[in-house]
């Protein structure tokens, strides 16, 4: 069965069954006095509220559900929400490519900012380089959809994802849990909650986990045996101290260690075009004696042979420290934060035994931020606000040498990058009646960028050679209001209407290889970086409505929202000297779309969820090369269709403890990876065609035995399989253009993986 033809399968289930994925997916078990669905209490907006009362498209999910299917990673969470597509970096296995609603930042270069926000108990991970890290204990996490720029700042144009740790309980507790798999596959994670001491109180978590890779690879001449391995430790230590009752301090260390094979860049085509610029076509007078062609395959290929020395490190720390002192009416909270990334791959991204393209990246990154915020109450509990301050700083430096076609070309391509921003944020609730609330907010930014960049070939002089101070700052101001109004229909349903700015950053094009005459503005000729590009900003409208049913056993929420996009962002990939993108404002766009998600609990032994969106993309002006081309342009990873359908079931419970079957579908319907041509009038124009995914269904089981009373302790065994129905259409591409022979690689999910989990809580 292909995926379309599973995909058209799941849409007509999802159409018979009449709902889709809840906004708030409770716990498998998690029910009320009644057998109904359990509240979960989010802080999306900065305080503790119920997620079926915040006026917001979000979907949050708890402890139950991430450790019942086993969730303890960023890259594990594509079907929680609808809208939203998550995958790996091309040829990288610890950078996040997220979409939500038709917006994502394609390439991951540190100088480059995601259109997506994630952060780590308050803390913003600034960068999607290093952003798949292992937590070993969630408490749960909030997918925020749409523009969150009042409350969350710069760079969540499409919305915002909230990881929220357990924080210690001060009792002794904890759990020890081992895991054993195909290709040797095998996994340890433990939590350890300490008892108080005195006002202190400390948990230790973390997790290691190694598997042999799933592509062999022959004839390597660095004894390479496989790729797409798994090699990587993580853990955090948390500690706690209350020296009164209304004073509290959290700190935390985290720290994540990859030490792996990249993902496989699988030569999927060359030749495409036929044209004169290919120079892997024999009949072309351009050809240039290399036989890539025979290596070519478009179906997934289990084995392959590279001629490279690949290797992914990544290693994160990151230290938090919140202090929180609630005053009665209000609190006042303290996060202050510094994080350090350190980056080095080395990728073979033609995937064959020749030396036709190598790229390395060694990157040094480190930020801190610190944010001051107050909330709480006033007029009765009818007014309600919060406001604050935010400073946030970073620094990256980047190498990146290149080598093409046997070393006849060999690159220098070094850059780096410096922001300073601040920002003030207010947003204030207010209930006009027992049944109507109006919500507004702004927020204002002020950021400041710089560059460095060296670029020289073969040895010689340098083409580009700017060092920070050589050019002007880019410096960027914006306002971002918010206003929304809250009606309950009864107590149990309520309709919203949002209007909300988002801002993406603006900045450099730190890659950019373009060079030109110098010019008293930019004294090393490098076009592109004398002229920076501009912020993306949108307008979005949005209605929702949410609902609990059924005397609470069916939760039902709807979202709509058409979004107005100015200065679009897009990363146009350049295979011109040093491989590298550019970003470039295209214009505008209108995008919109239908979000529907659902979970029923008809009975306490019994919890389905399921979700189903729509969305629909176009460009209203995309300029290129001063010429318009909006009708001719296809939006990257903004499939149509996205469904996901989950169910479990405690098919039996007793003395011995309970066992409980867990099943998860997620649909990606067919999405384009580029913002090139659908349709070109040459066989040599670069077309998105040649990059376009046909989308996914991946299908997850569980079947677990948990709660068996074991000398005082509880255990749970479970036996697990993902990817059951072996998905193997691709689902990322480097296409290298019509001047680079048509050379384009593909990037596949991981096969078929199962095996087996047990652990013991105490």
């Known amino acids: 069965m292909t995926g379309l033809n599973r995909g058209a399968s799941l849409l007509a289930l999802t159409m018979v069954l009449g709902a889709a994925p809840a906004i708030a997916q409770e716990a498998p078990a998690a029910a009320d006095v009644n057998g109904g669905l359990e509240d979960i209490v989010v802080t999306a907006q900065k305080r503790a509220e119920n997620v079926q009362q915040v006026p917001i498209a979000i979907s949050a999910v708890s402890t139950e559900y991430l450790q019942s299917r086993d969730i303890s990673s960023i890259d594990q969470l594509g079907s929680i929400a609808p809208n939203m597509k998550i995958d790996r970096a091309p040829s990288n296995k610890t950078i996040s490519q997220i979409a939500i609603r038709g ?3 394609i390439n991951p270069s540190i100088t480059w900012e995601p259109a997506v926000g994630m952060y780590v108990d308050g803390v913003y991970i600034a960068k999607a380089q290093g952003s798949i890290f292992d937590i070993a204990d969630l408490e749960r996490v909030e997918v925020l959809r749409g523009p969150q720029g009042t409350l969350y700042g710069r760079n969540t144009l499409a919305g915002a994802v909230n990881l929220v740790t357990k924080k210690p309980s001060g009792e002794l507790g904890g759990q020890v849990e081992a895991t054993y798999g195909n290709f040797d596959g095998w996994k340890l994670k433990g939590v350890l909650d ?3 001491m005195g006002i202190f109180s400390a948990k230790v978590s973390g997790q290691i986990q190694k598997r042999d890779g799933v592509i062999d690879i022959v004839g390597n001449p660095h004894g390479i045996t496989d790729t797409n391995d798994i090699d990587s ?15 509290t301090f959290d700190y935390a260390y985290d720290y994540s260690n990859f030490n792996q094979r990249p993902d496989y860049a699988q030569l999927y085509q060359v030749n495409l075009n036929g044209g004169p610029a290919d120079i892997f076509d024999p009949n072309s007078a351009n050809y240039s004696g290399l036989p890539l062609a025979q290596f070519a395959n478009k179906e997934r290929q289990t084995k392959g042979s590279i001629d490279a020395d690949v290797f992914e490190k990544t290693r994160t720390q990151g230290h938090a420290l919140t202090a929180s002192l609630d005053l009665g009416d209000a609190t006042l909270k303290s996060i202050t934060s510094y994080r350090k990334l350190r980056f080095h791959d080395n990728l073979d991204l033609d995937g064959s035994p020749l030396a036709i393209a190598r790229t390395e990246r060694d990157v040094k990154y480190h930020q801190f931020s610190q944010e001051l915020q107050v909330s709480g109450s006033a007029l009765d509990d009818n007014l309600k606000y919060v406001a604050g301050l935010y400073y946030f700083k970073d620094h990256s430096e980047t190498k990146n040498p290149q080598s093409y076609f046997y070393g006849a070309q060999d690159f220098v391509s070094n850059y780096g990058s410096h922001t300073e921003a601040w920002a003030a944020y207010a947003q204030v609730d207010y209930n006009l009646t027992d049944r109507l609330v109006l919500v507004g907010g702004l927020r204002y930014n002020h950021e400041e960028k710089d560059i460095s960049r060296y670029y020289a070939m073969n040895g010689g002089a340098p083409f580009i050679d700017v060092g920070y101070g050589d050019i002007p700052k880019a410096k960027y101001n914006n306002l971002s209001p918010a206003a929304t109004v809250r009606y309950e229909l009864t107590d149990r349903i309520n309709v919203y209407a949002r209007y909300a700015r988002g801002y993406k950053s603006g900045g450099f094009n730190g890659e950019t290889s373009s060079v030109g005459a110098p010019t008293a503005e930019c004294p090393s000729g490098a076009l592109e970086l004398c002229d920076p590009y ?26 709509g929202f058409w979004d107005e996009h100015k200065d679009i962002q897009l990363a146009v990939f350049t295979a011109q000297g040093a491989a590298s993108s550019i970003v470039r404002n295209a214009g505008a766009a209108r995008i919109r779309g239908i979000e529907l998600e659902a979970i029923v ?3 306490d032994f019994f919890t389905f969820n399921t979700s189903f969106s729509i969305l629909d993309a176009k460009y209203k002006s995309f300029i290129e090369f001063g010429q318009e081309v909006a009708d001719n342009r296809a939006f990257p990873h903004t499939p149509k269709y996205t469904a996901s359908l989950g169910a479990d079931w405690r098919v039996a419970e007793g003395d011995w403890g309970r066992f409980n079957l867990i099943s998860d579908l997620n649909y990606v319907s067919k999405y384009y990876t580029y913002p090139y041509a659908i349709d070109v009038n040459f066989p040599s124009e670069q077309t998105a065609k040649t990059t376009m995914s046909q989308g996914r269904t991946i299908v997850n089981l569980r079947g677990v035995v948990s709660e068996i009373p074991l000398a005082g302790v509880e255990a749970q065994v479970s036996l697990w399989v993902r990817n059951l129905l072996k998905e193997d259409n691709p689902s990322n591409f480097i296409d290298f253009g019509p001047g680079f022979g048509g050379l384009t690689v593909a990037y596949y999910p991981d096969p078929r993986t199962y ?4 652990g013991i809580k105490f």
Do not use: C, H, W
Request: cysteine-free.
């Open 103 to 105: 917006s994502v930042t």
């Open 194 to 196: 300490l008892p108080a």
């Open 233 to 247: 430790q993580s853990f955090m230590v948390q500690l706690r101290a209350e020296p009164t009752d209304n004073l």
């Open 534 to 559: 501009k912020p993306e900003k949108v307008d979005s409208y949005e209605i929702g409505f949410k609902s609990r049913l059924l005397d609470n056993k069916l939760q039902l929420n709807i979202a």
């Open 601 to 603: 609990r008809p009975a």
């Open 755 to 758: 095996g087996i989990t047990a």
